[in-house]
Structures are given as C-alpha cells and as structure tokens.
C-alpha cells in the first residue's frame, strides 16, 4: 500500500485496511500534538484514492473494515468523500464499517444535509479529538473552536446518526487549581454531546510541539501520575450520560481502565480512590511502558 509519512489511526481500528484520503491534518496548530507536524496538509486525488482502493482489492480480497486517514477526513469536499465511499462499499462486498478522525471546525462547516448523507452513505465511526470543556483551555492549546463551537460539532455529529467517540485529554491543563476545572468543564461538555464512547488519554510533552517548549522553559507543569487520576475521578462522578462506553486502556495512561457509564461508574470510582489512597506505583503502568 502508498503511504506518505508517518500514520496514525485509533487502536480500535487496528483491523481496518488504513486509505490515505488526506495528507495530514487542516488545522494542525495544536499545542499539543505532533502527529502532523512533517507534512503539508492537502487532499489526495480520487485517481490516487481509487487506485489505492484497487491494490487494496488485489491485495486484500475483500475487506470489513477501513479507516480513512490521515488527521481530518471529513475535511473533504463531501461529493468527493461520498465517491470514495461510494467506491469502497462496491469494491468489498463485506464492508460494515469506514471510519475517520473529525476536526471540529471541519464539522461545523458540513450542513446537516452533508453529514446525513455522509452517514447514509456508510462513514460509521468517528472521532472527534474534544481534548477538553474548557473555553479558556481549548484557545491556550490552540484547537481552533470555542467550548460552545466544539459542543455544536459533536451534537451535529450524533444527531447525524454517527457512532462518535470523543476523546479527552487528561492532564491538558497541568498542576494547579485549573486541573479539577478542566475535569469538571471537560464531564460537562461530554454530557452535552452525549457520544456513545468516551476515550480518555494523558498529555505527554512531544518535542517539536508547543507544549513541549512551555515544559523545557517552566511554563507548563506536567502532572503527576496520581493528579491525572484526580481528573479522571472527577470525570467520572459528573458525567450523567447513560450507557457511555469509557475506553481508557490508552498507552499514555496509568491506569488502563474501562467500563460503561452509568452502570460501572461505582466500581470504576472505587478502583481509582484504591489506587489514590495507597499512592502504590504498582498499581500503574510503568513509565517505560506509557507511549502515545
């Protein structure tokens, strides 16, 4: 398979065949990721795409599963996004599932009629990077979109029909009394969207990034593996979403854990306070084991 750069693709999609449809991500300024940072954002052909989709063919056989990368597929004129879907579900018989990841302000710029249509056309599953509920927090770490904006594209999204996963970033707002407004603003705006799984990760300075600067200069504290516990304690106990899949098994986290919301919430709260209460390192995944 062509592939330009580095790729990245949620680990739920670690069965799906990878279609390179963008080259990095349309906004990539965010303080806190270098997923993108070698490339120049652009939208591949649909000659290359469709080509892709042969050798795939060739290759594969048939499939069930793709995912489209790279950062913000939904980007896309929407004609052009339907013609590859349009072509997928043609080309493999057993296709049940496309997904991408969403960026916010390439959401809000879809009408309702074109994400309809991009849902009745079989993009499944997507993921939206919310990072965080925090207004104030969402301008420092440059996401492009306002609290109220980020709400607005994740209720178009599950209005939609899509099964969203919106992922959160523990951490984001460092040491200090901010963390616990993060956590708070962060279970807020989870339950204004009310997406059918939540993904939590922990913020890991990456060189070559914003945020990585303000840590080597002192101006960003990371927090301690136990204070991002706080955060995902307090997430817990304020969402008030029903039947939402919390996936936290991400490697940057200390404590892998996962339940569903509102059923699980008491036990996954007493695994968290056991881990806070005793302050035992053994109970954590292990630095050298943490990655993004």
Do not use: W
Request: hydrophobic residues 35%.
């Amino acid at each position: 398979m062509r592939y330009e750069g580095q790729i990245f693709r949620p680990f739920s999609e670690a069965n799906s065949y990878l279609l390179q449809v963008t080259i990095g991500c349309s906004h990539n300024r965010c303080t806190f990721c270098a997923m993108y940072k070698d490339k120049k954002y652009r939208v591949r052909s649909l000659k290359e795409i469709h080509e892709d989709i042969k050798m795939a063919k060739d290759v594969y056989g048939d499939l069930e599963k793709v995912f489209l990368c790279d950062g913000d597929a939904i980007a896309m004129e929407t004609d052009e996004l339907l013609a590859v879907l349009n072509t997928l579900y043609n080309t493999f018989p057993s296709l049940r599932h496309v997904g991408c990841y969403v960026g916010p302000d390439s959401t809000l710029r879809k009408s309702s009629s074109e994400l309809a249509a991009l849902r009745a056309a079989g993009l499944v599953k997507v993921y939206l990077g919310v990072e965080t509920g925090d207004d104030r927090l969402l301008k420092e770490v440059n996401k492009g979109v306002s609290s109220d904006e980020m709400l607005q594209a994740g209720q178009n999204l599950v209005n939609s029909g899509f099964n969203l996963t919106a992922m959160v970033l523990l951490g984001l707002a460092g040491k200090g009394p901010r963390s616990q407004e993060h956590a708070l603003a962060t279970a807020d705006i989870i339950n204004g969207i009310s997406p059918r799984y939540l993904a939590a990760m922990t913020v890991t300075p990456v060189p070559n990034t914003g945020l990585y600067r303000q840590v080597q200069n002192g101006e960003f504290q990371v927090l301690d593996p136990f204070e991002t516990l706080e955060e995902m304690k307090t997430i817990f106990e304020n969402i008030s979403v029903d039947n939402l899949k919390f996936v936290g098994a991400h490697a940057s986290n200390y404590l892998p854990i996962q339940g569903t919301l509102q059923r699980d919430k008491q036990s996954m709260v007493k695994t968290v306070d056991r881990v806070l209460k005793t302050r035992d390192h053994r109970y954590l995944r292990n630095e050298s084991m943490r990655g993004l």
